[in-house]
């Protein structure tokens, strides 16, 4: 018998409204509290979350979205797939569970990378071919266990097999070729004997992930996804079950699923707003409900209801039945909009968080499943709200005179070799520079200060003062180590991206924002709404105190405009294009009072070029023209004895490859440690010419490297860079690290320099 799905939510944050988990797992690592006090702040999360939205109205409420750390990592678990490093500590389910997340004693954690384009990290499964499966845990069955003794029926939600097998890698020493995928049908055997007993502890419907299919997918790998749900969809006494895809089109995977037995899809029709033309080409899909994702899931603003509506009306007469959701898992956005109290009037009224999009689903499938004349207003209404806080939203004329009187030349600098002539001789480097990324240590005290900012136990003053001893501290540390081209840094900023947020205009700020970036780890991404200009210079104070304090160059910090628009909330009434260069023209005027100020080398950080890749390939060079243009545009203003240089992480340059040349920066600093040199062959595959910072210390692990291993990286960078353009530095800033690992690390640097500077 099928039951109707109605509406619905992917998933929900898990965090707390008030990031009671974050805390509870950071007192529990710290030993502060046990075990069972974590679990029991877990449980109350997860009951207040079901018992919200099922007085909200959701007609289906999902579960097994909470999550100790990530629901790749509970994937692991579950199906018993944890490396062995891990199994020979010994350590109880809970501890083993956390070890992979973060590591423990001398083994390493796990691989953390970015799940898809969003700023939310997963940890990598390894699997091998010697990987046994087996159904090791119950926590999807006792989370829907809980939910129902609390009287809510709930949909579990499963990450999808062939999405986890893609995720996956191999693990180290597995056969040469060998791939996840062919871990397929040993996997589909576990979780049948899953969903055999979700059916039978009563669950009418599970929800199973598989956003891989999102992404370009080769014919045998689309393949693997129609064999498995053929299979799942044959099970006896099975729930009905439901395979999303989510942060962009489904594409080819529809009509691969509509050929299945699974009852229902979904599809995010936000990012993948093409595939709704293709419905009602794909007859399978009559026999099926379709779930549409019309409320975006990953950004804070309201829904144009009536335009939602008005699809999901015209959707409806192509399928069996239709679902109203949201295109993604909540996960994405804050809580509550409710829990603000300072943000803009006029602003606030065009935002929706988790809380709010439930109700725009709720209200939404009230419209579509009947006629109630009161549900149709507010449903037509809402749209007028959006349009209204539209036309009241910042407009700032001079700015828009600015980005039209562009010209081709405001993103071009003079020659690469005329640029480093000029620096060249105002720096007066050696080969192989020493420098960092730019953020030390955010010690207790750093972050105290801040704090004490806040409840008005410090002033102003005060404040900058506490800084500038930070940024003293931080120069003569450096200066003493000998590091050739120092940073002030950063202590003053809260997050590199919230702190140039929160001194721009344009922009505004959450109190209790949060959004989990990964495990403990939160962001409070701020809100760009209006066009965006700088009322007054935003790092100039800083960097020009750090330099009056030593002889070296001291690096001015900024952040991209790429990864200013990748880490806020961004208006989506404008191209993003459009977006990032009226943030570049503010970035490009505060290089200008840098310089002014004698500032002679100035870093823009874009660590998430890579991340707002898009999914498919064919959307990728339209994505590059505008983030490399808005780059360039904030730094092409500089003279060419200014040395530009930008950063990236997150290695996986294969893609961006092109860009990072295209970027033009006079150094590029980036990821290398762990992959060992790799990018090295990248870069010089396209000709790469500039100067470049290959990482020779992982600051995302506690090891202190040895000098040993830190040269033997530059002698590798030495052989395929010629030395007076490499540079030699950390991975990434270093505000993640203790004093205690960051000071000798950067001593062994130093060191390990100087060894391979001798031998040139
Ligand atoms: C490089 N990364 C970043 C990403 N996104 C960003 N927006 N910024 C990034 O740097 N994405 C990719 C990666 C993700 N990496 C990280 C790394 C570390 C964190 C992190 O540590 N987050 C902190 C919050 C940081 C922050 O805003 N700190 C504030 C203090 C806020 C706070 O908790 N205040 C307390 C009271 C004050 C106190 O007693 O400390 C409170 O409100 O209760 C600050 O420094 O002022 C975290 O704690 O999660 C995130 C992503
Ligand atoms: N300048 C920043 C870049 C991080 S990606 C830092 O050092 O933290
Ligand atoms: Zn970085």
Same mark, same amino acid.
């Given at each position: 018998?099928?039951?109707?799905?109605?509406?619905?939510?992917?998933?929900?944050?898990?965090?707390?409204?008030?990031?009671?988990?974050?805390?509870?797992?950071?007192?529990?690592?710290?030993?502060?509290?046990?075990?069972?006090?974590?679990?029991?702040?877990?449980?109350?999360?997860?009951?207040?979350?079901?018992?919200?939205?099922?007085?909200?109205?959701?007609?289906?409420?999902?579960?097994?979205?909470?999550?100790?750390?990530?629901?790749?990592?509970?994937?692991?678990?579950?199906?018993?797939?944890?490396?062995?490093?891990?199994?020979?500590?010994?350590?109880?389910?809970?501890?083993?569970?956390?070890?992979?997340?973060?590591?423990?004693?001398?083994?390493?954690?796990?691989?953390?990378?970015?799940?898809?384009?969003?700023?939310?990290?997963?940890?990598?499964?390894?699997?091998?071919?010697?990987?046994?499966?087996?159904?090791?845990?119950?926590?999807?069955?006792?989370?829907?266990?809980?939910?129902?003794?609390?009287?809510?029926?709930?949909?579990?939600?499963?990450?999808?097999?062939?999405?986890?097998?893609?995720?996956?890698?191999?693990?180290?020493?597995?056969?040469?070729?060998?791939?996840?995928?062919?871990?397929?049908?040993?996997?589909?055997?576990?979780?049948?004997?899953?969903?055999?007993?979700?059916?039978?502890?009563?669950?009418?419907?599970?929800?199973?992930?598989?956003?891989?299919?999102c992404a370009d997918r080769t014919d045998g790998e689309l393949a693997a996804l129609g064999r498995a749900y053929d299979r799942l969809s044959r099970l006896p006494g099975r729930p009905q079950l439901l395979v999303t895809g989510y942060f962009g089109d489904f594409g080819a995977a529809l009509?691969?699923?509509?050929?299945?037995?699974?009852?229902?899809?979904?599809?995010?029709?936000?990012?993948?707003?093409?595939?709704?033309?293709?419905?009602?080409?794909?007859?399978?899909?009559?026999?099926?409900?379709?779930?549409?994702?019309?409320?975006?899931?990953?950004?804070?603003?309201r829904t144009d209801l009536s335009a939602a509506a008005a699809l999901c009306a015209r959707l409806k007469e192509s399928v069996a039945d239709l679902a109203v959701s949201t295109s993604c898992s909540l996960l994405h956005v804050p809580y509550d909009l409710a829990a603000e109290t300072s943000?803009?009037?006029?602003?606030?009224?065009?935002?929706?968080?988790?809380?709010?999009?439930?109700?725009?689903?709720?209200?939404?499938?009230?419209?579509?499943?009947?006629?109630?004349?009161?549900?149709?207003?507010?449903?037509?209404?809402?749209?007028?709200?959006?349009?209204?806080?539209?036309?009241?939203?910042?407009?700032?004329?001079?700015? %828009?005179?600015?980005? &039209?009187? @562009?010209?081709?030349?405001?993103?071009?600098? /003079?020659? *690469? #070799? +005329? $640029?480093?002539? !000029?620096?060249?001789?105002?720096?007066?480097?050696?080969?192989?520079?020493?420098?960092?990324?730019?953020?030390?240590?955010?010690?207790?005290?750093? %972050?105290?200060?801040? &704090?004490? @900012?806040?409840?008005?136990?410090?002033?102003? /003053?005060? *404040? #900058? +003062? $506490?800084?500038? !001893?930070?940024?003293?501290?931080?120069?003569?540390?450096?200066?003493?180590?000998?590091?050739?081209?120092?940073?002030?840094?950063?202590?003053?900023?809260?997050?590199?991206?919230?702190?140039?947020?929160?001194?721009?205009?344009?922009? /505004?700020?959450?109190?209790?924002?949060?959004?989990q970036s990964y495990g403990s780890r939160c962001v409070r991404p701020p809100i760009l709404h209006g066009d965006v200009s700088r009322p007054a210079p935003m790092t100039v104070e800083w960097s020009t105190y750090a330099q009056s304090l030593t002889s070296k160059p001291v690096k001015g910090?900024?952040?991209?405009?790429?990864?200013?628009?990748?880490?806020?909330?961004?208006?989506?009434?404008?191209?993003?294009?459009?977006?990032?260069?009226?943030?570049?023209?503010?970035?490009?005027?505060?290089?200008?009072?840098?310089?002014?100020?004698?500032?002679?080398?100035?870093?823009?950080?874009?660590?998430?070029?890579?991340?707002?890749?898009?999914?498919?390939?064919?959307?990728?060079?339209?994505?590059?023209?505008?983030?490399?243009?808005?780059?360039?545009?904030?730094?092409?203003?500089?003279?060419?004895?200014?040395?530009?240089?930008?950063?990236?992480?997150?290695?996986?340059?294969?893609?961006?490859?092109?860009?990072?040349?295209?970027?033009?920066?006079?150094?590029?600093?980036?990821?290398?440690?762990?992959?060992?040199?790799?990018?090295?062959?990248?870069?010089?595959?396209?000709?790469?010419?500039?100067?470049?910072?290959?990482?020779?210390?992982?600051?995302?692990?506690?090891?202190?490297?040895?000098?040993?291993?830190?040269?033997?990286?530059?002698?590798?960078?030495?052989?395929?860079?010629?030395?007076?353009?490499?540079?030699?530095?950390?991975?990434?800033?270093?505000?993640?690290?203790?004093?205690?690992?960051?000071?000798?690390?950067?001593?062994?640097?130093?060191?390990?320099?100087?060894?391979?500077?001798?031998?040139?």
């Amino acid at each position: 018998m099928t039951s109707p799905i109605g509406s619905t939510v992917l998933g929900y944050p898990r965090i707390g409204p008030r990031r009671e988990l974050k805390r509870a797992l950071e007192k529990y690592w710290a030993g502060d509290i046990e075990a069972a006090q974590l679990r029991q702040m877990a449980r109350d999360l997860r009951r207040d979350a079901w018992a919200d939205l099922a007085a909200a109205g959701l007609d289906s409420v999902p579960s097994n979205t909470f999550s100790y750390y990530d629901q790749v990592l509970d994937t692991v678990q579950l199906f018993d797939a944890i490396p062995q490093r891990y199994r020979d500590l010994g350590l109880n389910g809970l501890d083993t569970y956390f070890a992979m997340a973060r590591g423990r004693d001398t083994v390493p954690a796990m691989e953390l990378t970015k799940w898809f384009d969003t700023n939310y990290h997963y940890l990598v499964p390894e699997l091998g071919p010697g990987t046994r499966f087996e159904l090791a845990g119950d926590k999807p069955i006792a989370e829907y266990q809980d939910a129902r003794a609390q009287g809510v029926q709930t949909r579990p939600v499963l990450l999808g097999p062939v999405t986890f097998l893609l995720l996956a890698k191999a693990e180290a020493g597995a056969a040469e070729g060998f791939a996840p995928l062919e871990l397929l049908d040993p996997l589909l055997d576990r979780y049948a004997e899953l969903l055999t007993r979700l059916g039978a502890a009563g669950a009418a419907w599970v929800q199973l992930d598989e956003p891989a299919f999102c992404a370009d997918r080769t014919d045998g790998e689309l393949a693997a996804l129609g064999r498995a749900y053929d299979r799942l969809s044959r099970l006896p006494g099975r729930p009905q079950l439901l395979v999303t895809g989510y942060f962009g089109d489904f594409g080819a995977a529809l009509p691969v699923l509509a050929g299945t037995g699974v009852e229902a899809i979904g599809v995010d029709l936000v990012a993948g707003r093409a595939a709704a033309d293709r419905i009602p080409d794909i007859p399978a899909l009559r026999t099926k409900t379709l779930v549409a994702g019309v409320i975006e899931g990953r950004n804070i603003w309201r829904t144009d209801l009536s335009a939602a509506a008005a699809l999901c009306a015209r959707l409806k007469e192509s399928v069996a039945d239709l679902a109203v959701s949201t295109s993604c898992s909540l996960l994405h956005v804050p809580y509550d909009l409710a829990a603000e109290t300072s943000l803009p009037p006029d602003v606030a009224a065009r935002l929706a968080f988790a809380r709010q999009k439930v109700d725009e689903v709720v209200l939404l499938g009230k419209a579509l499943a009947g006629d109630d004349p009161q549900i149709a207003e507010q449903v037509a209404t809402a749209g007028d709200a959006v349009r209204s806080g539209l036309a009241a939203a910042r407009k700032d004329e001079q700015i %828009r005179a600015r980005i &039209a009187a @562009l010209k081709p030349e405001h993103r071009l600098r /003079a020659a *690469y #070799a +005329e $640029r480093a002539e !000029a620096q060249s001789a105002r720096l007066g480097l050696p080969p192989l520079a020493t420098t960092t990324i730019g953020s030390f240590p955010q010690t207790t005290d750093v %972050r105290k200060a801040r &704090a004490d @900012l806040r409840a008005g136990r410090v002033d102003d /003053a005060g *404040y #900058a +003062e $506490r800084m500038r !001893a930070e940024i003293e501290r931080v120069v003569r540390l450096q200066e003493e180590i000998g590091l050739d081209v120092l940073v002030h840094g950063e202590p003053e900023r809260n997050d590199m991206v919230q702190y140039f947020g929160e001194l721009l205009d344009g922009f /505004a700020f959450t109190e209790n924002g949060w959004v989990q970036s990964y495990g403990s780890r939160c962001v409070r991404p701020p809100i760009l709404h209006g066009d965006v200009s700088r009322p007054a210079p935003m790092t100039v104070e800083w960097s020009t105190y750090a330099q009056s304090l030593t002889s070296k160059p001291v690096k001015g910090m900024l952040t991209g405009p790429v990864t200013i628009l990748a880490w806020s909330f961004v208006r989506d009434d404008q191209p993003l294009g459009a977006t990032a260069d009226q943030v570049a023209l503010a970035l490009r005027d505060e290089i200008t009072d840098l310089e002014a100020a004698g500032i002679g080398i100035i870093q823009v950080d874009e660590p998430a070029l890579r991340e707002l890749l898009p999914l498919r390939a064919e959307d990728r060079k339209a994505y590059l023209d505008w983030a490399v243009g808005s780059f360039r545009l904030a730094t092409s203003g500089a003279a060419p004895g200014t040395q530009i240089h930008t950063h990236l992480c997150y290695s996986e340059f294969g893609d961006v490859i092109e860009a990072i040349h295209g970027l033009d920066a006079d150094v590029t600093t980036i990821e290398a440690a762990r992959s060992k040199m790799e990018v090295l062959a990248d870069l010089a595959s396209i000709g790469y010419s500039r100067g470049v910072g290959p990482g020779i210390y992982d600051i995302h692990s506690p090891r202190v490297p040895s000098t040993d291993e830190m040269a033997e990286l530059l002698t590798e960078a030495v052989r395929a860079v010629p030395a007076e353009r490499v540079w030699s530095n950390p991975d990434c800033g270093l505000k993640t690290r203790g004093y205690a690992e960051v000071d000798p690390a950067l001593r062994n640097l130093v060191e390990a320099t100087r060894r391979v500077r001798a031998g040139l």
